[in-house]
C-alpha cells in the first residue's frame, strides 16, 4: 500500500521540521511538502497534490481556515487536519464550515497526530468530543463582513483605512463595528475584537 502523501503548513520552522520528522517515522506516512506561510501552503498543495494537509491557525499570509476554505473547491480530494494550540469553540466551528476533517490539538501525545492522519485519509473525521460539543453551545454572532471589519480594527486599522481595503464607504464601516460592538456587549472596538478573539470568532 503507498505511503500517505502529507504536506505540512505551520509558520514556526523548529515546529515544522519536528513534526515533519515525528510523521516520517512512520513508514505509512511520507512529508512531500512543508510551508511557512498560507499562500505557499496553497501552492504547494497545488503542486504536490497530498492526501493530508496538516496546518497551523495562525500563519502569515493566510490562516490554516482560510487556507481549508480556498483548498477545498480546487482540490476536493485532500483531508485538512488543522493542528492548534487553540481550543477555542469559534475557531472549530469555523473549520467545520470549511470542511475541515480533522480538529487536533497540539498538546496532545505526538502519536495521535499520526493516528489522525490515517484516520482521515480513511475518510474519518477527528475531533475532540468534548470541544465539538461545546462548539455549538455558543454561536458565533458575527457576520463575515463584521467579522473582517473588526478584524483589522483589533490590530489597530483606522476606519479610513479599513474601508480603502475593504472598498466600503467610512459610513458603512462604521456600522459594521457598531453592529458587533453591541452583539459582543461591548464597550469599543478594541474590548469586541479582544472578546471575539477569545472565543475564537476573529
Known amino acids: 500500500m503507498p505511503a500517505i502523501r502529507v504536506v505540512i503548513a505551520e509558520d514556526q520552522t523548529m ?17 512531500v511538502g512543508q510551508a ?4 505557499d501552503a496553497l501552492a504547494t498543495v497545488r503542486e504536490m497534490r497530498p ?18 476554505e480556498q483548498i477545498r473547491p480546487i482540490e476536493p ?12 469553540t469559534g475557531y472549530l466551528r469555523r473549520a467545520m464550515d470549511a470542511g475541515v476533517a480533522g480538529y487536533v ?23 475532540d468530543p468534548e470541544l465539538a ?11 463575515d463582513r463584521e467579522r473582517a471589519v473588526l478584524r483589522m480594527a483589533g490590530e489597530g486599522v483606522s476606519t479610513c483605512d479599513i474601508a480603502a481595503k475593504l472598498h466600503l464607504a467610512e459610513g458603512t464601516v462604521r456600522n459594521y463595528l457598531s453592529g458587533a460592538i453591541s452583539k459582543l456587549g ?13 472565543r475564537g470568532w476573529l
Open 15 to 31: 515546529i515544522l521540521g519536528a513534526l515533519a520528522a515525528l510523521l516520517e517515522l512512520d513508514s505509512d506516512i511520507k512529508v
Open 36 to 39: 511557512t506561510n498560507g499562500r
Open 77 to 88: 480530494k485532500v483531508r485538512v487536519v488543522i493542528l492548534t494550540t487553540f481550543a477555542r
Open 186 to 198: 461591548a464597550a469599543n472596538r478594541t474590548e469586541a475584537a479582544g472578546a471575539a478573539r477569545k
Open 51 to 68: 492526501d493530508v494537509l496538516i496546518a497551523d491557525i495562525e500563519m502569515p499570509e493566510m490562516t490554516g481556515l482560510e487556507l481549508a
Open 105 to 127: 490539538l497540539k498538546d496532545h501525545p505526538a502519536k495521535q497526530l499520526a493516528d489522525s492522519v490515517r484516520r482521515v485519509h480513511a475518510g474519518l473525521r477527528v475531533i
Open 133 to 143: 460539543a461545546e462548539a455549538w453551545s455558543e454561536p458565533d454572532p458575527l457576520t
